[in-house]
């Protein structure tokens, strides 16, 4: 394989539930869950049967086609916006949903953009050009022009630089991958005015936040904010890959026949994921249990020597520590059979699967408090 991931430290063979394994028989506690993807876990039930009888049924049709699993799915996402105009467009990545939503919003007629300063957005040129991180940008120029970055969280620079050719303005609900940054309360909901007063487009990246992982079916909901359009891709598919573009009212009608498509975007086997996650997650009230979770571990990890802060909604939680060991820790908790992972220098992100156990977080907890320590005192 090529060079661009660095060289991995395991290689994992199963998984079940929260714990995987790797060639060596070794257990880990899997508190990343695939970067925020397997919400279910690993090897669920209700994803290997949804998947294993639509790959005996029918596996692939392209989009020419219509196909049950992916009408279910689509009425699903549609009813979670409360939109009975809202649109769904299926792809198989954070990336191309976000690509997807730069081309709706290029159909305004305008072209200018404003996203965040640190944001990821994904690493496809159009994805890159309006993440927020000059270190993986700069390699690649020239990137998408009439794009810019202001401070996340500061509705004053927004203002100033959202104008009446601005055709979008992207944020994440809460920054994942710069260190699970939350902003103010608030802020959401005027970035919305700052959109209704220009006419730009409001797009909300949901991929590392939807799909329950904040308590909410969307990392936004908790501001009673309507979004133009809203992108998914991660925990959506459980596992397998799909991403979904949904847009608002009249931005869904932007794109016309022939603007855009996909091969393999949508897939049967894909929406099939897609339905069992959404079926466990309301059957097993996982948005619920993310919310008692969050309280238990921001309560007793904030309270521990070197921690500053936990921030995050739900599971997806970011602990801030007092010096930048983050990778020193994630390394030395991966040897104690725990995956996390340094989002930055300072910061340790956790995302487990939805499904963990009141006991599994416990032993995290135990785990990360006696692996802190140990670093700390080197
Ligand atoms: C992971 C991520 C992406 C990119 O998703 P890919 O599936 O890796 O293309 C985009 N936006 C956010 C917020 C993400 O966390």
């Known amino acids: 394989m090529m060079a661009n991931y660095g060289t991995p430290s395991r290689t994992f063979v199963s998984g079940k539930g929260c714990v995987i394994k790797d060639d060596y028989g070794n257990s880990y506690l899997d508190f990343l869950a695939g970067i925020a993807t397997n919400v279910l876990g690993h090897a669920h039930p209700a994803i290997v049967k949804s998947v294993s009888t639509?790959?005996?049924?029918?596996?692939?049709?392209?989009?020419?086609?219509?196909?049950?699993?992916?009408?279910?799915?689509?009425?699903?996402?549609?009813?979670?916006?409360?939109?009975?105009?809202?649109?769904?467009?299926?792809?198989?990545?954070?990336?191309?949903?976000?690509?997807?939503?730069?081309?709706?919003?290029?159909?305004?007629?305008?072209?200018?953009?404003?996203?965040?300063?640190?944001?990821?957005?994904?690493?496809?040129?159009?994805?890159?050009?309006?993440?927020?991180?000059?270190?993986?940008?700069?390699?690649?120029?020239?990137?998408?022009?009439g794009i810019t970055h202001v401070p996340f969280g500061d509705l004053a620079a927004m203002r100033r630089a959202v104008t009446k050719r601005t055709a979008m303005v992207i944020v994440e609900p809460i920054m994942g991958e710069a260190g699970v940054i939350t902003p103010e309360d608030g802020y959401l909901a005027g970035l919305r005015l700052i959109c209704d007063q220009t006419g730009a487009l409001l797009v909300f990246d949901c991929v590392q936040t939807g799909i329950g992982r904040t308590g909410q079916w969307f990392g936004f909901e908790h501001e009673k904010v309507k979004p133009d359009i809203v992108t998914l891709a991660k925990g959506l598919g459980g596992g397998l890959p799909i991403g979904a573009t949904i847009a608002y009212g009249s931005a869904a009608q932007l794109l016309l026949p022939g603007d855009h498509g996909t091969t393999f975007g949508g897939s049967p086997i894909s929406c099939a994921a897609g339905n069992a996650v959404l079926d466990v997650i309301l059957k097993n009230k996982?948005?619920?249990?993310?919310?008692?979770?969050?309280?238990?571990?921001?309560?007793?990890?904030?309270?521990?020597?070197?921690?500053?802060?936990?921030?995050?909604?739900?599971?997806?939680?970011?602990?801030?520590?007092?010096?930048?060991?983050?990778?020193?820790?994630?390394?030395?908790?991966?040897?104690?059979?725990?995956?996390?992972?340094?989002?930055?220098?300072?910061?340790?992100?956790?995302?487990?699967?939805?499904?963990?156990?009141?006991?599994?977080?416990?032993?995290?907890?135990?785990?990360?408090?006696?692996?802190?320590?140990?670093?700390?005192?080197?």
């Open 54 to 145: 639509q790959v005996a049924t029918l596996g692939h049709v392209s989009n020419f086609f219509a196909h049950p699993q992916g009408l279910l799915l689509a009425s699903r996402l549609q009813a979670m916006t409360g939109d009975s105009n809202s649109r769904v467009f299926f792809c198989n990545s954070g990336a191309e949903a976000n690509e997807a939503a730069l081309k709706i919003s290029r159909r305004t007629g305008r072209s200018k953009i404003v996203a965040a300063q640190g944001s990821f957005h994904g690493r496809t040129m159009g994805a890159l050009s309006i993440t927020g991180q000059p270190a993986k940008r700069e390699p690649f120029t020239p990137l998408l022009k």
């Open 286 to 378: 996982l948005m619920q249990s993310a919310r008692s979770h969050e309280k238990k571990i921001k309560t007793k990890i904030s309270a521990l020597p070197g921690v500053k802060e936990v921030r995050g909604r739900g599971l997806l939680l970011g602990i801030e520590l007092e010096s930048p060991i983050a990778k020193s820790v994630a390394a030395a908790l991966l040897d104690s059979g725990v995956i996390v992972n340094a989002a930055n220098e300072s910061t340790i992100r956790i995302a487990p699967p939805l499904i963990v156990t009141a006991l599994q977080i416990e032993k995290f907890i135990s785990l990360f408090t006696k692996v802190l320590k140990e670093v700390h005192h080197g």
